[in-house]
Structures are given as structure tokens and as C-alpha cells.
């Protein structure tokens, strides 16, 4: 059973599109995150959510918008896709709010808008 | 503001020699301080971490990183090398209820 997992893992589409990622974890972790890793492998958060509650939102364009049904899941969905949004994006989850706690991550969903 | 530099892009090691990943990090308290591992197509995986203590601390797959406070540095070693060990390391560091800051990662190459 594997402890993050997203979906999809792979996503090609084209600019202007609307896309999600799905993102669920098994470990009964109240803290979910997304980050986004860029070309040069730089990974920098998105959005921390726990227990379903929005807790950190980083300066990430609006057409980014998040979604945590219950404290398992947490996707992303993205409005209008442009070219700079080609990226890995990265769930992750964590047992505790603070920094103390240790990321599980996914294995990542690589975005290529055309 | 917090921040990490992975001075090493990338480094190539002999398999079966010594490694040693550097990582020096900006913040004005003690930090807490990680090594995260990113082997290809996979995500980060927690190797070590360092909170408070002993300032040698022991990860997993036989890594260690020391803390030392005098050089704002968390360098990650290890005795010996095997091919498997060929990944992305990233070394990060946080503080109370921060947010991680990452650096932007060591490709480690590991030849025959």
C-alpha cells in the first residue's frame, strides 16, 4: 500500500486548459501539503492544509485552488494553465502542524503544458 | 529570513568511497535541520534530522550529518558508497511552526 499516493502521474495538456491532481494518504496524518518543484529541481511549498483547513497558502497565483475533503485527500486543481506552471507537483503529509514533523511524500505528478 | 545552499550541483563519487554533501543554512536561533533524499522518478524520503543534542546525528541507508553551530553547517556523510546511493539529496531547514525551506539539492553520481 503505498502511504501518498497521487494521481496522475503523468500530465500533458495545453495552455488555457483546467487540470487536477489528486493526492490521498493512508498514514491518518491530520497535515497535508503541496509543493512544486521546478526544471532546476527547486522545491518550494504551495499549500499547507490540516484537518481540512487551509494553514499556509504561499503566494501562488489564484488560479491555483486547493480542495481537502476530508483530512485523507487533498487535491489541486489549476485554472488556465500557462507554460510556467510545467513542473513536479508533490503531496505530502505529515503527522504534526509544526516543522518538527517528517514529510511523507508521493511520488510526484509531472505537468507539461504545451 | 531562513535559507539553505547546497554549494555542490552535482558530485561524482568512486563506488565504495567516502561522501561528503554540504549544506550551510542562514537563521539566527538554533534550526532544525534535514536531509531528504530523492532517488529518480520517486519522491523525498526523510534520511535525518536534527533538532537539539548531540550534534552527530544518525539517519538511515548509513548516513550521518553533523551540526555545527560555528560554521552554520549540516554536511552529510557517508563511509561508503554503493551505486544505489546514486539520488538527489536535499537539505533543508525549519524552525517552530515555519515552513521548510529547501535548498536546491546535490545530484549524486556514483561510478563504478
Known sequence: ???VSQTPKYLVTQMGNDKSIKCEQNLGHDTMYWYKQDSKKFLKIMFSY??????????????FSPKSPDKAHLNLHINSLE?????????ASSHRT???????FGEGSRLTVL | AQSVTQPDIHITVSE??????RCNYSYGATPYLFWYVQSPGQGLQLLLKYFSGDTLVQGIKGFEAE?????????????SVHWSDAAEYFCAVGSGYSTLTFGKGTM???SP
Do not use: M, W
Not at chain 2, 16 to 21: D, F, V
Open chain 2, 16 to 21: 565504495g568511497a567516502s561522501l561528503e554533501l
Open chain 1, 1 to 3: 500500500d503505498t502511504a
Open chain 1, 83 to 91: 507554460l510556467g506552471d510545467s513542473a513536479v507537483y508533490f503531496c
Open chain 1, 98 to 104: 509544526s516543522v518538527t514533523g517528517e514529510l511523507f
Open chain 2, 67 to 79: 551540526f555545527k553551530r560555528s560554521q552554520s553547517s549540516f554536511n552529510l556523510r557517508k563511509p
Open chain 1, 50 to 63: 490540516n484537518n481540512k483547513e487551509l494553514i499556509i497558502n504561499e503566494t501562488v497565483p489564484n488560479r
Open chain 2, 108 to 110: 549524486l553520481l556514483v
